[in-house]
């Protein structure tokens, strides 16, 4: 049993050795979508964290008051546990690093750093600062996307609407009338009644088809086929690119700055990204420096990096300063990728408004032909 000092008039915690933490997963804003622990946890501890060893006070004791302010019982038990460890003789690093679906990678290597470089506040001040940009930025593409996939999903549902439920009823009305209805009206009550009729199948099949897609992709052959076909894609594929590229350039610039070796930070790097095809070019760049060659001139010389990027790295080696042209590479791509993600919704809004406006039109308008056609009817 582990208790807190008494001098210490803050908090006191107590915790079972014998206690074993449940299995968690953390959501890396960057690199993953696993569910659990949010990375929110982790940087409010962070951030307490370094205020208490700013001011002085012990390792050990530090994390003792900072249990005392997380409120998520999950996260608590794995600080739990990491204070444990640390009482025991473990690095701060090494505690962190028996729970890797909690503490990314990219974390636990920059915290050995710290410690190692003596310089573990400098290392917790740029990893909050790290994961708050990345909070910020990955917030920025889901609210910017929110608006557009609303209006989209009304407009089809608006259409769907109208061509499922109102149009066969009008075709009925025709039927008792034994009036012939005008091509447009015909074609349009004629799809409604077929999916009134096999809506359901249709359904069944589109979901069929979803499973298989998403199944197809869990194989490496067709994910990495499907995200060079997104990277091929104009206007979305430049966007896509650019943000991979942020996040590898944030990362590894942040973990070259703690101190973190510039190969074991591409390393991490690496092993962090999903994108089948930036690994692949990363896995170049790291057979290069492994062979001497630097990192400028195995980015000039592979094409799927932009050449903006192996100009500055470029220039960051010679200067002896290829950490902080990373981050500034990686703030130059987050700008561009906001003004274009602004950019593709302000175009996006008008034309998702005239092309639903424009079907939903076209129904109306047929409907409205048909129902003037009973003006010729003979009496």
């Known amino acids: 049993m582990l208790v807190r000092p008494k001098s210490d008039p803050v908090v006191i915690a107590t915790i079972s050795a014998e206690k074993k933490p449940d299995p968690v997963a953390v959501k890396d804003p960057l690199f993953s979508f696993s569910r659990g622990i949010a990375i929110k946890h982790v940087v409010g501890m962070s951030e307490q964290l370094l205020t208490l060893i700013e001011a002085g006070l012990p390792l050990d004791r530090a994390l003792h008051i900072s249990l005392g302010s997380l409120t998520n019982d999950r996260f608590r038990r794995v600080m739990e546990s990491v204070v444990i460890e640390v009482e025991k003789g473990s690095t701060l690093a090494d505690a962190f690093a028996k729970f890797p679906s909690v503490f990314p990678r990219l974390y636990v290597n920059m915290v050995r ?145 703690s101190g973190v070796p510039i190969l074991t930070g591409m390393r991490i790097v690496r092993s962090l990204s999903s994108n089948i095809p930036l690994t692949l070019a990363l896995d170049k760049v790291v057979s290069a420096v492994q062979e001497g060659k630097g990192v400028a001139t195995p980015i000039l010389a592979d094409p799927f990096f932009p050449r903006l990027l192996g100009q500055l790295a470029t220039v960051g080696e010679e200067s ?29 809004e008008p034309v998702m408004i005239l092309v639903m406006g424009g079907l939903i039109g076209t129904v109306v308008v047929s409907m409205l032909s048909a129902i003037f056609s009973i003006n010729d009817m003979p009496l």
Do not use: H
């Open 113 to 257: 750093a710290g410690e190692e470089g003596g310089v573990l506040p400098l290392v917790i001040r740029r990893l909050v600062e790290f994961y708050v940009r990345s909070i910020e930025f990955r917030s920025f593409l889901i609210t910017s996307s929110i608006y557009p996939a609303v209006l989209f999903v009304f407009g089809v549902s608006a259409l769907l609407g109208l061509t499922v439920f109102v149009l066969p009823k009008f075709g009925q009305i025709f039927a008792d009338m034994n009036q012939t209805l005008p091509l447009p009206a015909a074609i349009l009550i004629s799809a409604g009644e077929y999916l009134q009729q096999n809506g359901m199948y249709l359904v069944c099949i589109l979901m069929l088809l979803v499973l298989a897609f998403l199944q197809a992709l869990q194989k490496p052959y067709w994910l990495e086929l499907w995200q060079r076909t997104l990277l091929r894609m104009p206007l979305i594929g430049n966007l896509i690119l650019k943000i991979q590229l942020a996040n590898v350039c944030r990362t590894w610039g942040t973990l070259m700055s």
């Open 320 to 348: 002896g300063a290829l950490d902080k042209m990373l981050l500034k590479v990686a703030d130059q791509y987050e700008t561009d990728i906001q003004k274009a993600t602004r950019n593709l919704v302000s175009v996006f």
